[in-house]
């Protein structure tokens, strides 16, 4: 058997139309997000568990039809019979994807991918393989230079990217290019940048392959390859954010603070953001005990007093025990592992973070910049028009005209029972691609109930007996939630 290989990513541009032929048979196969999402029994692809690979082959691809074989190959991380190959793949291209190194057929027959190819939205996207450890590419542990998978965090900033047409975009910490593929279908041009020359690479095949001919794919550090004069109308990063006590993984480890790359990202954008635009990121924060609302605060620091609004939805929190024990290296015996556990946790203790939260951040150029922070579930479909719906209502001036509820509304109350305390409540509106849990006052409370039907805002104080100003203000809450809206 040959020995295990990673792709090498630099293909020849005359290569190009066969590879295209070789991933339009594989897409015909039922291989894309919603294919891989129904056969593996998921509500959402982001809910695919590496370590059930075994459950999924039994359960779910015991059927060797195309789609199976697909799976299995440039999903799973198996191996698959030649013959089995020749149902998916039409000779010419298999040719192909082995003399580009993106396969390897060993002596005995049996093919591996020596690169993943991820589906996403309705596009596919190669890369390095998700799971290190499995047979091939043959490493133990994650090499350097080994390029970002497409993972849950790459799919949540997709998602929820504001997709208008724009005159040009940036995609930074680019990896696979997943995002600048995905911004040049609507951009007039797209500058995409790494500082991995191996990432470089894999962009520009992806490119390639995609027929994203607006897509330019530069090595470089962050806004440096761009110049300092260019501004963007889009601009995307999925930075190196782990907090980390080592530095191994080029796309993984963000410095012993997890600031080393992002706080650079924010403070650039000033610089580089067009008037109009928005930059968006996908990033952990540690959160240090008795700050408030400290990682907002300082990502505000991070911008040096530009007037940008900045919109925040957390997505995730983890604790340090969860957070070391999820990230320490299991190389080595029981004892080693235990050392690279308090290693990082020992990390996190050092600088005072109580947890690190997972956040999508956005920004925009801002008259009179606000501040905002959501808890929310991450995004299982496109959701960029939310995001901008959100910076419209902070800047509306609401009217005292009529006002209705903005949907179906779910109310959730709680109750401490055999106290005084007095319950907290919640509304969530309903049908949305990002779900908010937004936290209610008794009077915001009252004022939803009301609006069974539409009613003239300046009926409701007479209504609840209550001051205006009171009942205004709860309103216009409302509505920069988006849970009511003018009629």
Not at 18 to 26: F, G, L, N, Q, S
Not at 167 to 182: K, N
Not at 192 to 218: F, W, Y
Not at 397 to 405: A, D, E, I, N, T
Request: proline share 5%; hydrophobic share 45%.
């Amino acid at each position: 058997m040959v020995s295990p290989q990673s792709a090498s990513f630099q293909i020849d541009a005359a290569a190009v139309p066969a590879i295209r032929v070789a991933i339009a048979e594989i897409a015909r196969a039922g291989y894309c997000e919603v294919g891989v999402r129904e056969r593996l029994g998921l509500t959402d692809i982001t809910e695919l568990k590496w370590k059930g690979l075994p459950i999924y082959r039994a359960e779910r691809l015991a059927t060797r039809d195309v789609q199976a074989i697909a799976m299995e190959l440039f999903l799973m991380q198996g191996d698959v019979a030649a013959s089995e190959l020749g149902l998916l793949l039409s000779p010419a291209s298999v040719e192909a994807l082995v003399s580009a190194g993106l396969l390897t057929i060993d002596p005995s027959k049996r093919v591996r991918a020596n690169a993943s190819l991820f589906p996403v939205a309705d596009r596919l996207v190669f890369s390095d393989h998700a799971w290190h450890k499995l047979p091939h590419p043959g490493y133990t542990t994650v090499p350097r230079d080994q390029v970002m998978f497409v993972g849950d965090d790459s799919r949540w900033l997709a998602r929820a990217t504001v997709r208008r047409r724009v005159r040009s975009s940036l995609d930074l910490c680019t990896g696979s290019g997943v995002q600048a593929i995905l911004a040049a279908a609507h951009s007039e041009r797209v500058l995409a940048v790494d500082v991995n020359p191996r990432a470089v690479d894999c962009a520009r095949l992806n490119a390639m392959i995609s027929g994203a001919t607006n897509m330019e794919v530069a090595a470089g550090d962050l806004f440096e390859p761009a110049g300092a004069g260019e501004r963007f109308d889009l601009i995307t990063a999925n930075p190196p954010f782990v907090v980390s006590p080592v530095d191994e993984i080029l796309f993984r480890d963000g410095g012993p603070s997890g600031e080393a790359v992002q706080r650079r990202i924010v403070a650039g954008l000033p610089n580089h953001l067009a008037p109009g635009g928005t930059a968006q990121v996908i990033t952990e924060l540690g959160e240090r005990e008795g700050e408030g609302e400290p990682v907002i605060q300082r990502v505000r620091e991070w911008l040096g007093g530009a007037p940008m609004d900045i919109y925040m939805l957390r997505l995730r929190t983890y604790s340090p025990g969860y957070y070391a024990v999820g990230h320490a290296t299991r190389e080595g015996d029981y004892g080693d592992y235990l050392d690279s556990v308090g290693a990082w946790a020992a990390n996190l203790r050092a600088h005072g973070y109580r947890q690190v939260v997972l956040a999508l951040i956005a920004f925009q150029w801002s008259d009179a910049p606000f501040d905002r922070v959501d808890e929310a579930q991450p995004p299982k479909r496109a959701a960029g028009a939310e995001i901008e719906a959100v910076f419209s209502r902070q800047r509306c001036k609401g009217s005292l005209g009529r006002v209705q509820r903005s949907g179906e509304i779910a109310l959730s109350e709680s109750r401490v029972l055999g106290s005084s305390i007095q319950g907290v409540a919640s509304a969530t509106l309903l049908g949305r691609a990002i779900t908010i849990e937004h936290m209610l006052n008794a009077v915001e409370r009252e004022i939803l109930i009301r609006l069974e039907k539409p009613m003239d805002a300046s009926e409701l104080p007479e209504l609840l007996k209550l001051d205006r100003s009171i009942v205004f203000a709860a309103i216009d809450s409302l509505r920069r939630s988006g849970l009511i809206t003018d009629k």
